[in-house]
């Protein structure tokens, strides 16, 4: 059993940074790959972005490239999520996710466990 829990979601202005943390339990977090989505209402999660067990492979959508980075201390079984310039349109639940078998680029539901989320809102 793995438990992630988010922390650091809040409200910030716009053109504002976050730093979301997700802290994993288990004893392989080395081996997981590690994913954040986000969830907006009335709408379907998306995929933000992912990080392979190494850190030498990361991914993101488009819509956040330039502006989000992903990274991880395995050392402390956390991934975090650094926002900068964040955008009204960035408001949502974000989740963490792990892949425990370590796909390089899992899709949603390729991921075997989820955080219970945490909000981040962007006022304009």
């Known amino acids: 059993q793995v438990q992630l829990v988010e922390s650091g979601g809040g409200l910030v202005q716009a053109g504002g940074s976050l730093r979301l943390s997700c802290a994993a339990s288990?004893?392989?977090?080395?081996?997981?790959?590690m994913g954040w989505f986000r969830q907006a209402p009335g709408k379907e999660r998306e995929f933000v972005t992912s990080?392979?067990?190494?850190?030498?492979?990361?991914y993101y959508a488009d819509s956040v490239k330039g502006r989000f980075t992903i990274s991880r201390d395995n050392a402390k079984n956390t991934v975090y999520l650094q926002m900068n310039s964040l955008k009204p349109e960035d408001t949502a639940v974000y989740y963490c996710?792990?892949?425990?078998?370590?796909?390089?680029?899992?899709?949603?539901?390729?991921?075997?466990?989820w955080g219970q989320g945490t909000q981040v809102t962007v006022s304009s």
């Open positions: 996710a792990a892949d425990l078998h370590g796909k390089r680029y899992p899709t949603l539901y390729e991921y075997d466990y």
């Open positions: 288990g004893r392989t977090f080395s081996v997981y790959t």
């Open positions: 990080i392979t067990w190494s850190g030498g492979s990361t």
